[in-house]
């Protein structure tokens, strides 16, 4: 879990500023996920898995080389 010292207290965000970011980024999130579901049912998503191969490919050829660190 995230210690958050001081997030309330004097010289920290308040109350007020932590509510409405939490508020939306909950609407962003929902708004998101909404359209992506439509978006994948309406489209064949293809595109989207071999992405997701190429990226992964890379990364682990990275890790394996070790010029990424995990």
Wanted: aromatic share 12%.
């Amino acid at each position: 879990m995230y210690k958050l010292n001081g997030a309330l207290g004097a010289g920290g965000a308040g109350p007020a500023l932590l509510s409405v970011s939490t508020a939306v980024s909950f609407v962003v999130t929902h708004a998101f996920i909404a359209w992506l579901l439509r978006h994948v049912g309406r489209h064949y998503f293809d595109a989207f898995v071999s992405y997701r191969i190429i990226i992964g490919a890379l990364l682990l050829a990275l890790l394996g080389t070790e010029v990424l660190t995990a």
